[in-house]
């Protein structure tokens, strides 16, 4: 992951999208951590998802997302279609970090041999807010990583139950 986060930046990337992390208990992943370091040096901002273990006790945010504590990028989580936290998403916790949520649950994708399937997932509504990132960086490009995710996190509205 840190040998594409920093490819992908060495070749002009601003947004960055992360729809994959460790388990909860797994090591942290410190080299990912130093290259979105690198990537913030450079401009670009990670969108992460937030990961689905919710069920299973997670309180907080998997690797890489949980790094969205240390302003190294946005953590996602997954709504239904009513607004609520989907049961599986991790939550933010209970440390201050740029998190937001999007529609993760019944999402028509892509998937292996050129077919589709409904899926369900934070890497599932972590695109949508890499494809804002990307609208408002195309509207404005003079934006900073910190600009955006506070424009992010400031006017998302809630409705969260």
């Keep these: 992951m840190a040998a594409g986060i920093r490819y992908a930046v060495n070749n002009g990337a601003r947004v960055l999208n992360i729809s994959l992390g460790n388990d909860p208990g797994d090591a942290p992943l410190v080299e990912t951590r130093l290259a979105l370091k690198y990537a913030r040096q450079f401009g670009a901002i990670a ?23 240390q302003g ?6 997954a709504v239904t279609r009513k607004r609520a936290l989907a049961d599986f998403s991790n939550p933010a916790g209970n440390r201050p970090l740029s998190f937001v949520v999007a529609p993760g649950v019944g999402i028509r994708s892509t998937t292996l041999e050129e077919k589709y399937d409904v899926l369900s997932g934070t890497s599932m509504a972590t695109p949508h807010v ?23 996190t400031t006017t998302a509205t809630g409705g969260l139950s």
């Design 72 to 77: 190294l990028g946005i953590a996602v989580g």
């Design 47 to 69: 969108v992460m998802a937030s990961g689905n273990e919710r069920l299973e006790g997670a309180t907080r945010p998997i690797d890489p997302a949980f790094y969205a504590v």
């Design 130 to 152: 890499a494809g804002v990132v990307a609208l408002m960086l195309s509207a404005n490009p003079r934006l900073t990583a910190t600009q955006v995710e506070k424009i992010l």
